[in-house]
């Protein structure tokens, strides 16, 4: 299963605040897109940073593997 959720639109959990640099190396308002992936052997959580310029073009910034223990937006979909 693959989950894609705009950080802009997150009220609930806000899993990107209150964390280290080292955790989350984006700013803490810094926009961008959540990708949560499970399967029965495997999970994993990506940030891609989105910029939007004055002209509102939208451009694709950096993607970043967290650690899905901290940054997952959904629980387990498969049990272990």
């Keep these: 299963a ?7 639109l997150i009220e609930y959990p806000c899993v990107w ?3 280290r640099k080292q955790e989350w ?14 399967s029965h052997n495997d ?6 940073q989105l910029t939007e ?4 073009v939208c451009s694709v910034g950096e993607t970043v593997q967290l650690d899905p223990a901290t940054f997952a937006l959904m629980p387990r979909l ?3």
């Design 2 to 8: 693959v989950l894609f959720v705009r950080k802009a």
């Design 17 to 19: 605040k209150e964390k």
């Design 25 to 38: 190396p984006f700013d803490a308002k810094a926009d961008g897109l959540f990708m949560q992936c499970e």
């Design 43 to 48: 999970r994993v959580v990506y940030f891609t």
């Design 53 to 56: 310029s004055k002209g509102g």
């Design 78 to 80: 498969f049990a272990t």
